[in-house]
């Protein structure tokens, strides 16, 4: 039975919350989430004011949050991410709930499933 990931196997709760007090004290770069909406602002602070917004919007649309935090990973946000997350609200206005997308992801061919993520990477093609 495969064990369960756990980072903190991999480093303390201790460092995270170095890290996290270190990373929150920079301004947010032209490439960071949020940059359009808060310019050069500290990342503490962009992070407060961007959570409420997140929380309305993730709960109106969970499928969809989900779907943006999983293409933000080690990707521009403001280049790759927010333009594919607004063309699947305004191309799948349905796509609401975890089922919906559970259904979708089902029912969706692996081609039409990349045209649809908007990012097609090497490592996730089936070969």
């Known amino acids: 039975m495969k064990a369960e990931f ?3 196997n991999h480093i303390s709760k201790d460092n995270i919350v170095l ?16 940059y359009q909406t808060y310019k050069d602002s500290l990342i503490s602070l962009a992070a407060h004011s961007s959570a409420k917004n997140y929380t ?8 969809i949050a989900l779907i943006e935090v ?9 280049k790759v991410v927010e333009p594919n997350i ?11 709930t975890f089922n919906n997308l559970q259904k979708f992801i089902k029912e969706t061919s692996q081609a039409s499933f990349y045209k649809f993520w908007g990012h097609e990477d ?6």
């Open 86 to 96: 607004n063309c699947i609200r305004k191309n799948y206005p349905e796509l609401v």
């Open 56 to 63: 309305k919007k993730a709960k109106k649309s969970p499928a």
């Open 122 to 127: 090497e490592k996730n093609t089936i070969r």
């Open 19 to 34: 890290k996290v007090n270190e990373m929150v004290k920079h301004n947010l770069t032209d490439t960071s989430h949020g």
């Open 6 to 8: 756990s980072v903190l």
């Open 70 to 78: 999983v293409l933000s990973a080690n990707r521009n946000y403001n």
